[in-house]
């Protein structure tokens, strides 16, 4: 059974950090793009970052950018996020997903595999 399971979320007040990984079991997928979602309440998920099947290269939504980094380890199976200078509005239930191909992506429909989430919540 194919899995992604993300851990790190919790509480932080703003401009604090959290680092959130994604474990891969059940298979690699060293040759596909990973990609963090979010979802707010209310609100439509939205793309945060992604990572080519390489890892050589990323891609930002502007709302993260020069505070997200995505990185892989390809011997883990794993994906993370390291999120720093958090703002409140960073609030939202955080998945992992891997694409159906190995360059990176911004689509939602191009991710066949989802995570369950991971719940971040940045205070005032």
């Known amino acids: 059974q194919v899995q992604l399971v993300e851990s790190g979320g919790g509480l932080v007040q703003a401009g604090g950090s959290l680092r959130l990984s994604c474990a891969a079991s059940g298979r690699t997928f060293s040759s596909n793009a990973m990609g963090w979602f979010r979802q707010a309440p209310g609100k439509e998920r939205e793309f945060v970052a992604a990572?080519?099947?390489?890892?050589?290269?990323?891609y930002y939504a502007d709302s993260v950018k020069g505070r997200f980094t995505i990185s892989r380890d390809k011997a883990k199976n794993t994906v993370y996020l390291q999120m720093n200078s958090l703002k409140p509005e960073d609030t939202a239930v955080y998945y992992c997903?891997?694409?159906?191909?190995?360059?990176?992506?911004?689509?939602?429909?191009?991710?066949?595999?989802w995570g369950q989430g991971t719940q971040v919540t940045v205070s005032s």
């Open positions: 997903a891997a694409a159906t191909y190995g360059s990176i992506t911004f689509r939602v429909n191009a991710y066949n595999h």
């Open positions: 990572i080519s099947w390489s890892g050589v290269d990323t």
